[in-house]
């Protein structure tokens, strides 16, 4: 069970001044520091973390590679921040690349379905999700739930609204989340130090003395408590070419938590894969790297459905995408490069090598063009519509009037938008049901034609070539295995001090503040241990 919120603090009174005085002056600490914790990675998951263990009194030090800190939240929601999700049993709208689970994948016959207009959707797939991950999710939300991140932001005084599907955002900037979150770092007494490329992690022996892994050396023995050594690259951030040079430094730390997220946005965040090295580097599990929330791209050269990039620029309101066994019922977006919108970024996490349960990459991307109908259901609309438009003719005829054709496109513009409907029909269905002519009215399709015609419509294969991957995804599927993990911690059971949390975890939820819940939560859950 999902604990109720707790009693919402009030507002903390911070000396900004003297607070960002002591994050500058650590920024430009020696070579050497030393610190309880150090956090690699400024972003949700890592801020999160590092407030935690500031309020527990521990030293803590936030290494972060961007100029400032959180840059992909800046970016999230439309520059709004979907910054969580308030539907029923989070635990269930998240999957891991591992098929290993207790419960059957999801699968066609037992869809993960995401409804539009509904806010029972968690409950619908509650039995679908994957045990192993829903178990592991799960530990963390219950420290952790929506209503506590929610009570910081209404203390901190930020308005907010629901979407839709339980989808939180902020009235007016994703910013006012980014300022939370450094306020409260700063009352927590937590050292950021931005412009800081970490380059090197590896445990240090008591007693030991240090070097980094790139010939920085660091003077002295490590204190006692000292289980890491931490090499950067750090500049300070200054335009002039000489300040722009970086510099070596060091930390040494009892504790490590790696927050530096995977690769989305990889060019406008600057987002690297150093979670998954450090991860390797201790022979940690790491699986599934893909990219998640990302447009697809279909087959290009020679295919059927190559038509739909002249259709850049238009939406179907509601259908549904299937993929690797998982369904979602929402909208779909035409783009010149292919397709993209919300069905279609939920589906495309379930795609590509590493995918759960993924075994055959040339499996198609199937679209229900009409998911509110049964085939049945929509046979017999068509049979309905030949029939309307037999007699139609037939009246014309009699009355020696000039009969007007009305071709099948015109039909399906009773039930798709105009402009997909006359593309359909022409490129992608007439050639498939053998039509005898583009502009043949219904009637004159048999009853072959007419059931082939039902099912394309509510199974529309497309074969994919690929993603538009890293640089528009909004998240990294797989990371490091959640078995490598401490569900309750997020410490690694190998290595005693380290942990990881957020998307370099093996952990990726739906689209719709989800994955920013799991950062906050697993965030939390780290730094309330290390």
């Known amino acids: 069970m999902v604990s109720s919120a707790p ?20 920024q430009s600490g020696a070579s050497g520091a030393s610190a309880e914790v150090v956090v690699i990675g400024g972003g949700a998951a890592g801020l999160l973390a590092a407030i935690t263990a500031g309020r527990r009194g521990r030293h803590v030090v936030v290494l972060e590679k961007n100029g400032d800190i959180g840059r992909k939240i800046r970016i999230s929601g439309g520059g709004r921040c979907n910054f969580t999700n308030v539907s029923p049993d989070l635990a269930a709208s998240f999957h891991s690349s591992s098929c290993s689970s207790s419960s059957a994948p999801p699968s066609l016959s037992s869809p993960l379905q995401l409804h539009a207009n509904s806010l029972t959707t968690a409950a619908k797939v509650a039995g679908s999700a994957p045990a192993t991950c829903k178990r592991f999710v799960q530990k963390a939300l219950e420290q952790y739930p929506p209503e506590r991140f929610i009570a910081m932001v209404e203390a901190h005084g930020i308005k907010y609204h629901e979407k839709k599907l339980g989808q939180l955002f902020c009235d007016r900037s994703a910013q006012q989340i980014i300022e939370m979150l450094r306020n ?8 950021i130090r931005t412009n800081c490329h970490v380059t090197g992690l590896h445990p240090v022996e008591q007693g030991a003395l240090l070097s980094s892994n790139h010939g920085a050396h660091v003077d002295g023995e490590a204190p006692s408590s000292c289980r890491f050594a931490i090499s950067c690259q750090c500049t300070d951030g200054r335009d002039s070419d ?49 990219p998640g929330l990302v447009p697809v791209l279909p087959v290009s050269d020679g295919s059927e459905d190559s ?20 369904t979602f019922t929402e909208s779909l977006l035409f783009t010149h490069r292919g397709l993209s919108g919300p069905a279609v970024l939920q589906a495309s996490s379930f795609w590509g090598p590493g995918a759960p349960c993924m075994t055959n990459l040339s499996d198609p991307l199937i679209i229900d063009l009409l998911p509110n109908l049964s085939e049945d259901d929509v046979l017999e609309w068509l049979h309905t519509r030949a ?3 037999a007699r139609a ?20 513009c009773r039930r798709l938008p105009r402009r997909f409907a006359n593309a359909f029909w022409s490129a992608r269905a007439a050639p498939a049901i053998e039509a005898p002519d583009v502009a043949a009215p219904l009637h004159k399709l048999p009853h072959s034609s007419l059931s082939h015609l039902a099912h394309l419509l509510k199974a529309w294969n497309i074969q994919l070539e690929g993603t538009e991957g890293y640089p528009k995804a909004e998240v990294t ?18 290595v005693t001090g380290l942990y990881f949390i957020g998307e370099a975890v093996d952990v990726t939820g739906w689209l719709g503040g989800y994955n920013f819940q799991w950062a906050w939560s697993s965030g939390y859950a780290a730094g309330s241990a290390a």
Request: a negative charge; one cysteine or more.
């Open 242 to 290: 000489l300040s722009d040079q970086p510099v070596s430094d060091s930390i040494t730390a009892e504790s490590v938590i790696v927050a530096s997220g995977g690769l989305s946005f990889e060019r406008s965040c600057g987002s690297t894969d150093l979670a998954h090295k450090v991860a390797s580097d201790f022979s940690i599990t790491v699986r599934g790297i893909r």
């Open 7 to 26: 009693q919402r603090p009030a507002p903390r009174s911070i000396n900004r001044n003297a607070a960002v005085g002591r994050q500058q002056a650590c």
């Open 184 to 191: 409260e770092c700063l009352a927590a007494k937590v050292e």
């Open 307 to 326: 038509w739909i990039r002249e259709l850049a620029g238009l939406s179907l309101p509601e259908v549904t995408v299937a993929i690797g066994g998982a």
């Open 387 to 389: 029939s309307a438009s």
């Open 393 to 412: 003719a037939s009246r014309e005829r009699s009355h020696n009037h000039l009969w007007r054709s009305f071709p099948v496109a015109e039909e399906l």
């Open 477 to 494: 599927c797989g990371g490091v295995a959640t078995e490598e993990l401490n569900s309750h911690t997020m410490e690694t059971h190998a």
